[in-house]
């Protein structure tokens, strides 16, 4: 598994956290979202370092073995892209181009 960043991580969780352990979902908070470190996590929650570094790889084993499953950030990229184009087109004044993308994302082409 590629190195994930920290912002990755979070995009993630807030889409699959709730398939995440308590303790896995807590540490990945602290570590993506607060920027804690190891040491700092491993002392507020009471578990090693060790035990911390554990959390975040599966965690984050969980939530990519997930993406790569169910793909919900990667469909909600595309649709976010495809809402931009489309806001574009009718920004530009373009209905006819816009109703063919709409036809086109409704046909799956």
């Known amino acids: 598994m590629e190195k994930l960043s920290k912002i990755d991580v979070s995009v993630l969780k807030d889409i699959y ?22 040491a700092e996590i491993a002392e507020q929650t009471g578990i090693s370092r060790q035990g911390v570094r554990d959390a975040i790889v599966n965690g984050e084993k969980t939530l990519v073995n997930l993406e790569n499953k169910l793909h919900l950030l990667t469909e909600k990229r595309k649709l976010v892209n495809n809402l931009t184009v489309l806001k574009d087109l009718v920004r530009q004044g373009s209905c006819e181009k816009a109703l063919q993308f709409i036809e086109q994302m409704i046909s799956g082409e």
């Open 17 to 38: 956290g709730q398939m995440l352990t308590d303790r896995q979902s807590e540490v990945l908070q602290m570590y993506c979202d607060c920027d804690c470190s190891l």
